[in-house]
């Protein structure tokens, strides 16, 4: 039995003591369940999944986009595809999805952004990049594609006519999020903004807004989108998520500290669902050089979307004290931002990671680690937002290692702002791995059922 660790904290909002107990697994909140699911064997290693989602959860199947590893990276192919929940179901088979860009031109490709409706329709959203001649910048453009049928991903129907890419918004960076309401109607996409004769200048963040529901009430297939709204001044750097809710869209994202690339923090903003910025605020960060990150945006509770959960971490290059993991609240119809805990933690077990809610008062953050030894799935539990011992410890039967793999480099959940299916008791995450040899560097992507709550007892 690998050791368990307990944290005791003396106040709400200040650093933790480390004590060392060995628990049971039937004592832990957030376990593993079966056998890991191996969604692919040669992808490329995916690219901003501490910050994008690259599954979501239907009703019979895990839905997933990765990029398929080639040597050469002459052609693109993004690949987008399902795994059955309940392998022992008849009739009920994987499939993979296949969107190959073969233009000369094309340079780089986002990993497929993807959102699940109540009907079941997969919605996928690319940005692609294309090489200027003689030109150091690459202008991007934004790409939608549907399932033909809802829930089979067998047929890709290509829906970008229904994106205004005109001027002066026309040309994209590839820094691009998506958020859909829980009743499946509106959405946005945030992305960045960007022009070849300067008329845009770099960076600067815009919203397209979508909805499905036509002028008689009734629904489409597809979302519809307004031209796209600038919302703040330009900036350097922005990973973007995205909450689409009843009282606006929530943006949350990294970007560059006054133009300098040695220090990160962490800006959010608050619009209407008109476009107009209600709130806004930077998460507060050490003066010294680091990476001050949120890295989760989640609903606090499944049912209602008005208060949201930020992750946030904190990764100074120079202070010990100033390392650890952060959870602030978001009020969205109040627009009131709190930290309700912090967090110090041994930079070995700072990974980026995902926050869960089990019960009334207890959650857990699920983040890749390596100060165990191996590269593991760590799992902080206890009352994250309030009072009271938090325990971590390794998930077992998570480490790269003992799978055959080399590493692990990040993880992402199915999460309920991209449309997933939640339920109390249980939550997936996954993985992409290093495939194992010398001189190998494809990934395989690999997932995980957990249980939450006590073992025998239901969550929230």
């Known amino acids: 039995m690998r050791m368990r660790v307990v944290l005791t904290i003396a106040c709400v909002v200040g650093a933790v003591m480390l004590h060392a107990a060995a628990f049971g697994e039937e004592e832990k909140l957030v376990r593993v369940i079966g056998e890991p699911m191996v969604l692919h064997k040669n992808i490329r290693e ?17 839905y997933w986009s990765a990029s398929a590893y080639n040597k050469t990276d002459k052609t693109h192919e993004l690949l987008v595809g399902k795994y059955p929940l309940q392998q022992e179901t008849s009739g009920v088979v994987s499939a993979v999805s296949t969107i190959r860009l073969v233009e000369p031109t094309v340079d780089t490709v986002t990993i497929p952004q993807m959102i699940r409706t109540p009907d079941g329709h997969i919605h996928i959203f690319l940005c692609v990049n294309y090489k200027l001649p003689g030109r150091s910048m690459h202008l991007g453009t934004i790409r939608y594609y549907r399932t033909a049928t809802p829930g089979d991903i067998s047929t890709l129907v290509n829906r970008t006519e229904c994106i205004p890419i005109t001027k002066p918004y026309n040309n994209f960076h590839t820094r691009m999020n998506v958020g859909v309401t829980r009743d499946g109607k509106r959405m946005a996409l945030v992305i960045l903004a960007i022009s070849e004769d300067g008329s845009v200048r770099f960076n600067t963040p815009i919203i397209f807004f979508g909805k499905r529901e036509k002028d008689d009430g009734r629904l489409g297939d597809d979302f519809i989108f307004q031209k796209p709204i600038k919302y703040a001044e330009p900036m350097s750097f ?9 009282d606006g869209i929530v943006v949350v994202g990294q970007h ?3 133009g300098s690339k040695k220090r990160h923090t962490t800006r959010l903003y608050h619009l209407d669902w008109n476009g107009k910025q209600l709130y806004h605020a930077d998460l507060t960060a050490d003066k010294s050089d680091g990476n001050y990150w949120c890295l989760d945006l989640h609903p606090l509770h499944l049912s209602d979307w008005s208060q949201l959960v930020l992750y946030h971490n904190k ?3 120079t202070s010990d004290e100033a390392t650890g993991h952060e959870f602030w609240l978001y009020d969205v119809p109040a627009r009131k931002l709190t930290l309700r805990r ?3 933690a041994n930079r070995g077990l700072m990974g980026y990671g995902k926050w869960i809610p089990i019960s009334e008062n207890a959650s857990a953050l699920l983040n890749g ?3 165990t030894g191996k590269h593991d799935i760590y799992s902080w539990e206890g009352n994250l937002l309030g009072e009271g011992e938090i325990s971590g410890s390794a998930l077992q039967g998570a480490a790269a290692e003992d799978l055959g793999y080399v590493r692990r480099a990040s993880l992402c959940i199915a999460h309920p702002l991209q449309g997933s ?14 495939n194992p040899g010398t001189e190998v560097k494809s990934h395989s992507f690999v997932a995980w059922r957990l249980g939450l ?7 929230r």
């Open 256 to 258: 560059y500290n006054d």
């Open 369 to 371: 680690v390596w100060g």
């Open 421 to 434: 299916v939640m339920t109390s008791n249980e939550v997936y995450v996954a993985s992409d791995l290093q």
């Open 342 to 344: 912090t967090i110090n």
């Open 46 to 62: 995916q690219w901003g999944m501490h910050t994008f989602a690259y599954i979501l959860k239907g009703e019979k199947f895990l």
């Open 453 to 459: 709550g006590k073992a025998g007892e239901g969550g």
């Open 315 to 317: 990764y100074s290059h």
């Open 238 to 246: 922005f990973y973007p998520q995205v909450a689409a809710t009843p």
